[in-house]
């Protein structure tokens, strides 16, 4: 069982997070999911699902939204005394999905203004998987040369680019796709895809 946080920013694309929170739990691993304001926001207006009120009360309806998962922890964006915001208790990864450019670019400045950003920053000082997935396009230079310096510092850059050659049929196997690739960076095994030579 691995402790991984997953945070959603205000980048399009919340259900990647929600679905890759989902996989998780189900897999047996702890979650943490962390999100910004602006992800708050993109998430409602993306999917009507609407988390309000303090973080224990934002909590109770995330894990009533997962099944009732006890696996499941959620952090306000300002809380620095957050277990995860330390090395001496640094989650095993952490997959920002998606990432806005916003968010991008702090962390590959270094910079730590909540929570979401010095869980990241932890992560990489202590050597363990960051997962990025960018949702923006078309990329200027400035955001390809954040992506590259995160990926120098050991960060995985996975952008939701779903493949087709799996013959999706909805929406859903277009997420799925993404999460999986998700799923493959942090070692956790699925079966959400069908892979390439593989048997149908």
Known sequence: MKKIVVAITGASG???GLRLVEELLSSGHRVSLLMSNAGFQVLAYETGIEWTGSAIERLEQMRSHFGGSEKLEHYGIDDFFAPV??????????????????TAGRV???LSENLIERVADV?????R?????PRETPFNQIHLENLLRLSKAGAHIVPAMPA?????ESMDDLVDFVVGKLLDA?????NLFQRWGGEE
């Open 123 to 127: 992560v990489l000082k202590e050597r």
């Open 186 to 190: 942090l070692g956790v095994e699925h």
């Open 108 to 110: 590959a400045a270094g």
């Open 14 to 16: 919340s259900i990647y």
């Open 85 to 102: 915001a330390s090395g001496s208790s640094a989650p095993d990864a952490m997959v920002i999905a998606p990432c806005s450019m916003g």
């Open 129 to 133: 998987d960051l997962v990025l997935v």
């Open 164 to 168: 087709f050659y799996h013959r999706p």
